[in-house]
């Protein structure tokens, strides 16, 4: 059912300020500052540890832990959204998903890394385009190919602009390295809230209603 409202959003067309959900991931920011900090400064603590003491193994974070630990975010943007207690475990729980979020990961990787090794273009085209696929894969429960499939599927139909907000995203996380990454303790939870309330924003009502569905069944 829900692939099918999704193809019926595809058809029907969706349009988003990129204005205000910047605003908007600011304020959801500034409601966990301090845990959304914290939780930030773990992971590239654990980072920078296994760079330092195993620098051979500092690539086994963002293979194996970097994709539970920041989808994580997006679990903590939705207790916010939902206006519930947020306490710092709930970070952490991005690992009730890990082999989904795991595969979604490496197999998006290596697809889009396969495209901008053949010709750049489609590698740009799919990065931006599985930007739901891990809360396509956590919230739609889709598996991690057909995470990845609505996910691009759904941002096809406004690419450029999703492009556009991709761009932006990045561009903030760049300015953070002028302040010698401090100011990435608040665009790197900043870019998981924005992109987590625009895909809210796009297919609440859809999930809404497959609750809605399974509670009468």
């Known amino acids: 059912m829900i692939k099918e409202r999704l ?8 349009d988003f300020d990129i204005q205000d959900i910047m605003i908007r991931s600011w304020q959801m920011f500034k409601k966990q500052a301090l845990l959304s900090i914290a939780f930030t400064m773990l992971i590239f603590s654990i980072q920078l540890l296994l760079t330092i003491y195993i620098p051979d193994y500092a690539l086994l974070h963002a293979l194996f ?8 975010f997006y679990l903590v943007a939705n207790k916010i959204s939902q206006n519930e207690t947020v306490v710092y475990p709930d ?4 690992f ?6 795991f595969s979604i990961w490496l197999i998006g990787q290596v697809l889009t890394a396969f495209g ?10 799919l990065a931006v385009s599985y930007s739901f696929s891990v809360l396509m ?6 598996d991690f190919w057909n995470a990845l499939e609505e996910s691009r599927k759904l ?18 996380n760049l300015l953070g390295f002028l302040t010698f990454g401090l100011s990435l303790l608040v665009s790197i939870p900043m870019t998981f809230y924005a992109t987590y309330i625009l895909f809210e924003d796009l297919t609440k009502e859809i999930f809404l209603e497959e609750e809605k569905t399974n509670l009468i069944q």
């Open 155 to 172: 941002i096809t139909i406004r690419w450029w602009k999703f492009f556009v907000f991709s761009l932006i995203l990045i561009s903030i």
């Open 137 to 142: 894969g956590m919230f739609g429960g889709f």
């Open 96 to 101: 009730n998903f890990y082999i989904l979020v």
């Open 91 to 94: 970070f952490f729980k991005g």
């Open 65 to 72: 832990l970097a994709p539970p630990l920041y989808s994580g």
């Open 116 to 125: 901008l090794i053949l010709l750049i273009v489609p590698g740009i085209y």
């Open 7 to 14: 193809e019926a959003l595809r058809m029907k067309g969706y």
